[in-house]
């Protein structure tokens, strides 16, 4: 059983290899993400029943598996672009920031600033958590998911909590 720091290193660790660095430790994700679970346990010296544990203790659904493979579940900053299924998303998505960048943002729309894909969630308290990592007082944007998907913008299911989009313009998006 592992302690809670230790954990939280280990899915940071797990994370970063799925997410930024596969290469690092040689690992090769297919076009949609996934790698060999084997290849992860052996890669970073890991056990089942450590990715159980990280993964059952997770306020997150960082990563996904089925069979014997694995990948993360949003929030690649890879090269290579990691494809999704499009799906409909809800009628509005949030989206967390800090006031410097708000203007900005309303002009420019939203954009993957370093990842693949903008990250969204369905709630405001989420939006507000992840705002509130660089600012006390973080804007909210309300997106019109819904909108912005009829006019052929592609949204993905990323977790639970999170949705993933192509970059959206300021016209769909409203400070709350």
Do not use: C
């Not at 370093?114 to 507000?128: K, N, P």
Request: aromatic share 8%; glycine share 8%.
């Amino acid at each position: 059983m592992m302690n809670k720091q230790h954990k939280k290193r280990l899915s940071k660790r797990v994370s970063y290899a799925l997410r930024h660095g596969p290469e690092k430790f040689n690992l090769h994700l297919d076009d949609e993400g996934w790698v060999k679970l084997e290849d992860v346990f052996d890669a970073l010296r890991i056990t089942q029943e450590d990715l159980d544990e990280i993964m059952e203790d997770s306020d997150k659904v960082r990563f996904e598996v089925q069979g014997d493979l694995i990948r993360a579940t949003y929030g690649h900053s890879i090269k290579k672009k990691i494809h999704l299924e499009a799906i409909e998303p809800p009628e509005v998505l949030y989206h967390g920031t800090y006031p410097k960048v708000a203007d900005k943002i309303q002009n420019g729309g939203l954009k993957p600033m370093g990842r693949q894909y903008v990250h969204l969630s369905e709630e405001t308290d989420t939006a507000v958590m992840v705002g509130g990592r660089r600012a006390r007082d973080p804007v909210i944007f309300v997106v019109d998911a819904k909108k912005a998907f009829e006019d052929g913008i592609n949204f993905y299911h990323g977790n639970d909590t999170t949705w993933l989009a192509e970059p959206i313009p300021g016209k769909y998006l409203k400070k709350l």
